[in-house]
């Protein structure tokens, strides 16, 4: 932005000699043109410093969620690489399966040879059981014909045809049971069968079963492994992108900073301006600021006379309180603040609709008693009411509390971007003066008005 001044008319009285008396019109409307246009100046330079501020707020906050995409993306990549490594195990115990059912499946094969040995012997005792029995039954008839002398040879023929009967007997059982369980066994034999010929359709279950299961894990190793690296790509690509982000959140920092310079400039033409003498709209405010801190001083004086110790009006100890948020903090003076202040505070509010805020800060921007409407106690888990209405015992040391509190002209003028929540902001000046107590720096005295 350019300043410009108002051209005045070229006059014979303009173009004659004129003595210091006749200038000072002139001049007082030349400051007072200079005022105005370091008043817009400073407005247009809070604006864009503000939007700057946002971009490089919302850049940085850009590149936290790239980089912690990038980190995601390393973290699916590396269980992208474990899944792979997994399924290369679990391929080789498919296969060390598949090896241990087909040696099964050769062990069972001996099974039922064996089985079907063991039944064709008992076929064969059952056999020579019946021929026994026959041989003894034909015995005990010739016995019994022999008479008395063929009597002792009738019993034994009779025991060896019972015994024999009880072989063929216990010989059919053992037929009958090796035929179930050759039958079984028989079964198991074609789950188990592997033919490394012969189609898959033709292989037993159990061997097609574990080819469906290594079928799978190997559809889940290669998609695995196409995950991977389209992780891999992605990542080279956020990387690019959070480069690009951190390029543009630098070239914002450095704008950011070239913004401060120009906000002081118009800052410095304000004070400039005031400092000459000449009465501007921002004079009222000024001198309201340098007369609320001299009050604030003598209240402070007071106090000490009093018998308030110097050690609790310059207390730094700020101890948080616990579940405040916004987080407040207490220090030994906070009580003192808070009888105090508000008589002068208020009486300033009244000064012109234009006052937004009148407060006295410590030299770290500790304020202890803000106005009336934002010193309301805090409803718990209300972030958003709390923010807006309970700026008391809060410390705000951002670039214009900070310059407020520790400025220790007679006066500080500052135009800065005001944060009323909920993404409204206004452009507001501020005036400050310091609070001096027994000749020690104690802090600022904050008085905030609209343009």
């Known amino acids: 932005m350019l300043l410009s001044f108002r051209r005045r008319p070229a006059t014979a009285e303009a173009t004659a000699p004129t003595t210091p008396h006749a200038r000072s019109p002139e001049l007082k409307g030349v400051v007072e043109d200079l005022a105005l246009q370091a008043s817009v100046l400073g407005q247009e330079a809070a604006e864009v410093r503000g939007a700057i501020e946002d971009a490089s707020q919302a850049a940085q906050a850009q590149a936290q969620a790239v980089l912690a995409l990038t980190q995601q993306l390393q973290q699916v990549g590396q269980a992208q690489s474990g899944i792979a490594a997994e399924t290369e195990s679990a391929l080789e115990a498919v296969v060390q399966v598949g090896d241990a059912v087909h040696g099964v499946g050769q ?5 039922v040879s064996t089985l079907r040995e063991v039944s064709q012997a008992a076929r064969e005792i059952t056999q020579i059981a019946l021929q026994t029995r026959l041989v003894a039954f034909n015995a005990s008839v010739e016995a019994k014909r022999a008479g008395e002398a063929g009597r002792g040879f009738s019993v034994v023929a009779d025991a060896v045809k019972d015994l024999a009967a009880r072989v063929e007997t216990s010989s059919k059982q053992i037929m009958g049971t090796v035929g179930r369980l050759d039958s079984r066994v028989g079964t198991l034999e074609r789950e188990v069968r592997r033919d490394d010929k012969s189609p898959a359709e033709q292989q037993g279950a159990v061997h097609r079963a574990l080819a469906t299961v290594g079928e799978g894990v190997r559809r889940i190793h290669a998609a695995s492994g196409r995950s991977r690296d389209l992780c891999v790509g992605l990542e080279g690509q956020v990387a690019t992108i959070e480069g690009e982000i951190r390029g543009t959140t630098g070239r914002l920092s450095t704008t950011l900073a070239r913004t401060e310079k120009f906000l002081r400039i118009s800052e410095h033409l304000i004070e400039a301006v005031a400092e000459c003498g000449v009465s501007t709209p921002d004079t009222p405010f000024v001198e309201a600021a340098q007369h609320a801190a001299a009050q604030i001083s003598q209240l402070l004086e007071e106090a000490l006379r009093g018998g308030i110790p ?8 700020y101890r948080v309180v616990e579940g405040s948020a916004p987080q407040q903090h207490l220090t030994r003076f906070v009580t003192l603040a808070e009888r105090l202040f508000p008589q002068v505070q208020e009486r300033v509010l009244r000064l012109s609709d234009k006052v937004v805020f009148c407060i006295a800060v410590d030299r770290n921007g500790y304020i202890a008693c803000h ?13 958003l009411w709390n923010t807006a209405n309970c700026r008391n015992r809060r410390i705000f040391n951002d670039r214009t509390g900070l310059a407020s509190a520790r400025n ?5 003028l500052q135009t800065y971007r005001r944060d009323m929540g909920g993404g409204h902001f206004v452009i507001l000046k501020e005036a400050a003066a310091p609070i001096t107590v027994a000749g020690r720096h104690w802090g600022g005295l904050r008085l905030a008005f609209k343009f």
């Open 310 to 317: 110097v050690a609790d009006l310059f207390d730094e100890d």
């Open 107 to 111: 062990e069972v094969g001996g099974i």
């Open 371 to 383: 106005n009336r409407k934002y010193n309301q106690p805090q409803r718990p888990g209300d972030l």
């Open 408 to 412: 220790q002209r007679p006066f500080l």
